[in-house]
């Protein structure tokens, strides 16, 4: 088992109108750096992504960065991460976050959030990988999705099986322990939890 886990998290790389949003990425970003844990992500500093990338360094972890020149070129990369990665396209991006990580996460966020989500998702139920996907339902943000999700089952498009292959809940501090537990780690928990 290694030393410290590594969390891939996808989210908006805009902050969306509530501040709840904003204030959960920053939970999120916390709650991996004070485990001395890593956050794999997809190496903007903008939105929701860029708050979960300084919460957690502010709070002692490290953040690894995987961004496509393109986005380079538009200025969005953050270059206060501890290890920022430009590659020459998205999908090598995507193979290298999932590489990289020990279990996805994805909070509220957009398409590009959304379209994270769903392919490490059917990775997942095509055997590609075996990492848990946690998906963080701030706000019931994702209420309307759920629903369309089980309807999806309802109207024989998916299986109850595969819906159970993704962990979904509104509490930062049950699903990031779920998940990194999941993944084989027993996150230390921090002093005011003893
Ligand atoms: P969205 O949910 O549409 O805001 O897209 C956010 C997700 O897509 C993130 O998890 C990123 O991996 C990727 N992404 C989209 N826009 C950017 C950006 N400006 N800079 C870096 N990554 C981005």
New binding site residues.
Partial sequence: MEASFSLCV?????AGVSPEFTEVARTVGQWIGQRGGQLV????R??L?GTVAQATLDAGGTVVGV?PKA?VE?E?ANHGCTELHVVDTMHE?KRLMAERCDAFLALP????????FFEVWTWRQLGYHDKPVGLLNTNGYYDGLMSFLRSTVEQGFMGEWQMDLIRVDSEVKRLLPALVQAAGFSPEPRLDEI
């Fill in positions: 996808y989210c908006g790389s805009r992500y997809g190496g903007g903008n939105g992504m961004i986005l538009k969005w991006r966020g957009g398409i590009g959030t959304f379209e994270e």
